[in-house]
């Protein structure tokens, strides 16, 4: 069984566009996050939850609004896309803070035309 | 504001090679500090783990070693093969719950 799973893999849509990427873990973490790698493979948070609460919110633009209807799923909904949302996005989750070890999905790679 | 940066950049190496990465992290209150591993168009796979009271980990043929004070981390991979062709990552976790990751080293092992 897949630890933290992401859909879809891969996202190709055009500016503009309202899309959404998924994420599930069936770990039992209480805190889950939502990271973002550039095209320089630079690896920077977004997100934070824990237990359903936003937690850490990393100067994101007010397009992208995660969302957690409960503590397994966290969900990340952009809208009016734009190029520079090009990149791949990563969830991960992990026992809060005093876990030491985080667990990410294989990312969803995001396309903007 | 922690910055966390990874030397070499790219590294090419004969398998057999031992090799060093180098983590180097700015403010030394962390809460631990981890080494992934990320191959092309996949997610990360954490490889080792320290504590911010440890100075090494050790799994297989990778070594972690940590020293806080002076913000320095390495991984130390034993008798390098191709399948160790990945990028590396280092990250800490500081008191506010986030991973904060270097601009990692990408490796190529060549037989």
């Known amino acids: 069984d897949t630890a933290v799973s992401q859909t879809p893999k891969y996202l190709v849509t055009q500016m503009g566009n309202d899309k959404s990427i998924k994420c599930e873990q069936n770990?039992?973490?209480?805190?889950m996050y939502w990271y973002k790698q550039d095209s320089k493979k630079f690896l920077k948070i977004m997100f934070s939850y824990n237990n359903k609460e936003l937690i850490i919110n990393e100067t994101v633009p007010n397009r992208f609004s995660p969302k957690s209807p409960d503590k397994a799923h966290l969900n990340l909904h952009i809208n009016s896309l734009e190029l520079g949302d090009s990149a791949v996005y990563f969830c991960a989750s992990s026992q809060g803070r005093d876990s030491p070890r985080a667990f990410f999905g294989q990312g969803t790679r995001l396309t903007v035309v | 504001k922690q910055e966390v940066t990874q030397i070499p950049a790219a590294l090419s190496v004969p398998e057999g090679e031992n090799l060093v990465l180098n983590c180097s992290f700015t403010?030394?209150?962390?809460?631990?500090l981890q080494w992934f591993r990320q191959d092309p168009g996949k997610g990360l796979t954490s490889l080792l783990l320290?504590?911010?009271?440890?100075r090494e980990q050790t799994s297989g043929r990778l070594n972690a070693s940590l020293d806080k004070s002076s913000g320095r981390s390495t991984l130390y991979i034993a008798a390098s093969q191709p399948g160790d062709s990945a990028t590396y990552l280092c990250a800490v976790k500081g008191n506010t719950d986030k991973l904060i990751f270097g601009t990692g080293t990408r490796l190529q092992v060549f037989p």
């Open positions: 403010d030394s209150a962390i809460y631990n």
């Open positions: 770990l039992g973490h209480d805190t």
């Open positions: 320290i504590q911010s009271s440890q």
